[in-house]
């Protein structure tokens, strides 16, 4: 079963743009991670937020987190024709924690040059 | 120092067929978990494990899929009886200590049944 959902499904934008992508998911979380895949094959960590976070920057990245909403947002500034690429956000769930994470489906990012 | 490491990087093979997965995680890193991807999805966790012992199984979707990790550092996973529906490709991660930790991901083995 999928936790996270990620909206949009696909964005496409120009060179110098900002993207912007959203994650919902549905029960308690410990943490929340974002990941890069190009090409469908190894995922690139980008940044981990805690529940107990709101937001956290990482060069061009910035992600919250709204644990009340159970939403998060990862925003690329400046973008770059190298930022296509797939997006997921993945749960780690509370309590209980076992290290599982759980992807959405993923947002699709093509940045024209 | 050498990130996740998979092999094979492509695997085929025939239905009904058993095939093993190896992933060597990043030296020093106690967690390690197994995912499968299919196209246009997300990764769909099957299995962590913290050192030797598997500490959630509860993603192996049936008992044709088990996976070890006798000296808790290499990790096989193994694949009985493959069938059409096992085609994926196949991600292995690993993480510092506990599974809150970041996950560092290999660049998975390609599995094609025919």
């Known amino acids: 079963s999928q936790q996270g959902e990620e909206d949009p499904q696909a964005l496409s934008i120009q060179e110098g743009e900002n993207a912007t992508m959203n994650c919902s998911y549905k029960t308690s979380i410990n943490n929340l991670q974002w990941y890069r895949q190009n090409s469908g094959r190894g995922l690139v960590h980008l940044i981990l937020?805690?529940?107990?976070?709101r937001e956290k920057h990482s060069g061009r990245l910035r992600v919250t987190l709204d644990t009340s909403k159970k939403s998060s947002s990862l925003l690329i500034t400046a973008s770059r024709a190298a930022d296509t690429a797939s997006y997921f956000c993945a749960t780690g769930l509370g309590s209980s924690n076992t290290g599982k994470l759980i992807f959405g489906q993923g947002t699709t990012l093509q940045v024209k040059p | 120092g050498a990130g996740v490491s998979q092999t094979p990087s492509n695997k085929v093979t025939e239905k009904g067929k058993y095939v093993e997965l190896r992933c060597d995680p990043i030296?020093?890193?106690?967690?390690l978990y197994w995912y499968r991807q299919s196209l246009g999805q997300g990764p769909e966790f099957l299995i962590y494990f913290q050192g030797t012992g598997a500490a959630d199984d509860s993603g192996l979707p049936n008992d044709r899929f088990f996976a070890v990790r006798p000296e808790g550092s290499v990790s096989t996973l193994k694949i009985q009886r493959t069938e059409r529906g096992d085609s994926a490709v196949y991600l292995c991660?690993?993480?510092?200590?506990?599974?809150?930790?970041?996950?560092?991901f290999g660049p998975g083995t390609r599995l094609t049944v025919l």
């Open positions: 991660a690993s993480s510092l200590r506990r599974g809150t930790d970041t996950q560092y």
């Open positions: 937020i805690r529940s107990n976070e």
């Open positions: 030296s020093g890193h106690t967690a």
